[in-house]
């Protein structure tokens, strides 16, 4: 079992910043890809971005690559998502994810945190 708690949504204005961090506990973390996914109201959970265990590994969704990075604390267990430059589109619920395999499909994802809310005014 993973368990993710997620902090740091909030609202900011377009073009401001916020970073989002994803406290993870349980056994054989090393195992996993941690990742972000997001959900805006009426539209289905999409990917964000994810990184593996030795950060060896990242990968971004277009429409946040070049604003968003994504990096981890594997002495703390903790995923972190730095988002600049934010739109108003950005607006969503933010979760973490935790995945034995490297997916960008929300249905095949493991481990869920309960979501932070970020919200991006014009």
């Known amino acids: 079992q993973v368990q993710l708690v997620e902090s740091g949504g909030g609202l900011v204005q377009a073009g401001g910043s916020l970073r989002l961090s994803c406290t993870a506990s349980?056994?054989?973390?090393?195992?996993?890809?941690m990742g972000w996914f997001r959900q805006a109201p009426g539209k289905e959970r999409e990917f964000v971005a994810h990184i593996t265990w030795s950060g060896g590994y990242i990968y971004y969704s277009d429409s946040v690559k070049g604003r968003f990075t994504i990096s981890r604390d594997n002495a703390k267990n903790t995923l972190y998502l730095q988002m600049n430059s934010l739109k108003p589109e950005d607006t969503a619920v933010y979760y973490c994810?935790?995945?034995?395999?490297?997916?960008?499909?929300?249905?095949?994802?493991?481990?869920w945190g309960q979501g932070t809310q970020v919200t991006v005014s014009s």
């Open positions: 994810a935790a995945d034995l395999g490297i997916s960008t499909v929300a249905a095949r994802i493991d481990y």
């Open positions: 349980g056994r054989t973390l090393s195992s996993y890809v």
